[in-house]
């Protein structure tokens, strides 16, 4: 393939800067919101005792999710050989910088107290997945930024060790962080083995559905040339992901039905949990999954840019309910400390606790996203991160 040449926008035509007065008005809103959490308290939010683990956990992992995904279409080309991502890498490392900064915006508001973000590097406890994951979180952003390093100077062996080492702290970031989740044992819809690697194949799914998004967006705004074999390449690509999504999705509910002690779980889930259950079969399974593979594996949608689009779109949507599924519900079912014993206190036995997202949360998580469109708005400006053209290699079949 030919030597792909980058060059950063001119940047200053009036639709520009009114994409960043925007994007820059959106993104103020989440440091204003997360000021007006930690000012008022989190008695302002949706979160409670019982519920503690709200929105800004759901945009976390949502974020992490789709910043490793991005993170792993970058390594395409260097490490896997396959040249037709190469004209990508660049955008996708900054995304998937941009998005684990969102991430961890997210995170450490939610604790309430930001001050204290460099406790657990001084506290470090091996047996916690909150430590290990503090690590890998830094770890993961100075290897992505390293890796965008050796893109800039075009060194082969860089990009190829870099992005070897991107790749497995990809994994390791989205493993740890399904884990900790997954090593919860105290809760039925939390413990299970399968979501460390179920969260890794919604990370490669959401990433390669951001990734179509933004580039043809990308493209279309600085008119250059993108040659639409490449987005329809990586439709497929989505729906392979997808598919072993549902893999995991399906193993993952058949095993936590089949154990007795997790009938009640499992029926609120999938059966009667109001919203939840509605958010499982509509929002992840049939908008975010089903019909989104029905559209990029038919051969004529599947060619089709505008079906890709919503296709992409409908899958980022799918995977946000998805990990909203996976941290609220959880909560919201009794806790049952001893489930040998019988335990009894005046306190909520018994009762779903519930838990709606407030209006200050849904400014945080809208705010969220404009703090990563308004860096990448950046970004291009400053940097070579953009090919002049993108074309679909002649060698590739």
């Known amino acids: 393939m030919a030597n792909v040449r980058f060059r950063r926008i001119e940047g200053n035509s009036a639709q520009y800067y009114m994409f960043m007065a925007v994007a820059g008005a959106v993104a103020a809103m989440a440091p204003l919101s997360a000021l007006y959490m930690f000012v008022n308290g989190h008695h302002v939010t949706g979160m409670t005792n019982q519920v503690p683990w709200g929105m800004p956990i759901v ?10 995904g991005s993170l792993v279409l970058s390594a395409m080309s260097s490490v896997f050989g396959k040249t037709e991502y190469q004209p990508f890498a660049r955008i996708a490392a900054l995304l998937a910088i941009l998005l684990i900064v969102a991430a961890l915006m997210a995170i450490i508001m939610d604790w309430g107290r930001p001050d204290r973000i460099l406790v657990p590097f001084f506290h470090f406890q091996p047996r916690s997945m909150f430590s290990l994951n ?9 290897v992505g930024f390293l890796y965008l390093l050796a893109q800039f100077k075009e060194s082969k062996f860089w990009k190829k060790a870099l ?15 399904g884990a900790i989740f997954g090593f919860v ?14 969260f890794i194949a919604a990370a490669l799914s959401s990433g390669t559905a951001l990734m179509i998004l933004i580039l043809y967006a990308t493209f279309r705004a600085t008119g250059r ?37 997790n009938y009640e779980a499992a029926s609120f889930l999938l059966l009667h949990g109001g ?8 929002g992840l399974v049939l908008c975010g999954l089903v019909i989104p593979s029905l559209i990029v594996f038919n051969p004529s949608t599947g060619k089709s840019t505008p079906w890709l689009l919503f296709a992409s779109a409908l899958q980022l949507a ?13 909560q919201v079912m009794p806790l049952e400390l001893f489930s040998d014993k019988q335990v009894t206190s005046v306190f909520l036995d018994g009762r779903y606790a519930n838990y709606s997202i407030s209006p200050v949360e849904y400014a945080y998580s809208i705010g969220l996203f ?13 940097w070579a991160m953009i090919p002049e053209e993108a074309r679909f290699p002649e060698d590739v079949k």
């Open 59 to 68: 945009m976390a992992i949502y974020l992490i999710g789709a910043s490793a």
């Open 134 to 142: 503090a690590i890998l979180y830094n770890s993961y952003m100075l």
């Open 163 to 177: 992005g070897i080492a991107a790749v497995f702290i990809a994994v390791g970031v989205h493993s740890g962080t």
């Open 185 to 198: 044992f105290v809760r039925e819809l939390y413990n299970s083995p399968l979501l460390p690697p179920s």
């Open 225 to 261: 040339l993108l040659d639409e074999k490449l987005l329809h390449g990586m439709g497929r690509l989505m729906g392979v992901f997808m598919l072993v999504v549902i893999y995991f999705l399906f193993i993952e509910n058949v095993t936590r039905g089949y154990a007795p002690k």
């Open 275 to 282: 919203k939840y259950t509605a958010m499982f079969w509509i």
């Open 318 to 330: 799918g995977v946000l309910f998805e990990r909203y599924i996976i941290v609220i519900p959880a």
């Open 370 to 382: 404009g703090v990563v469109i308004f860096g990448f708005g950046l970004a291009v400006k400053f």
